[in-house]
């Protein structure tokens, strides 16, 4: 599968079960990456003023994965 927007590859695994939950997220990096959303992040987003924890582009990207994902903050 070509792949040119991320820095990683996907990759099949023979299994018996053929996929996880989980496989379709990365596309949605992809998309992500696209729309060009973590620079709209970081120009309209400033609430991380030290150099401590995570970015602003990673507790927003973490919370859209988490909720595309099924989870749940409580």
Do not use: C
């Amino acid at each position: 599968m070509t792949q040119d927007i991320l820095p990683f590859k996907y990759e099949e695994e023979k299994t018996e079960s053929g996929a996880t939950a989980l496989a379709g997220l990365p596309v949605y990096l992809d998309l992500a990456k696209v729309l060009g959303l973590s620079e709209s992040i970081q120009k309209h987003l400033k609430i991380r003023e030290n150099s401590q924890g995570w970015t602003d582009v990673q507790a927003v990207m973490s919370l859209i994965l988490l909720n595309l994902a099924g989870g749940s903050l409580f």
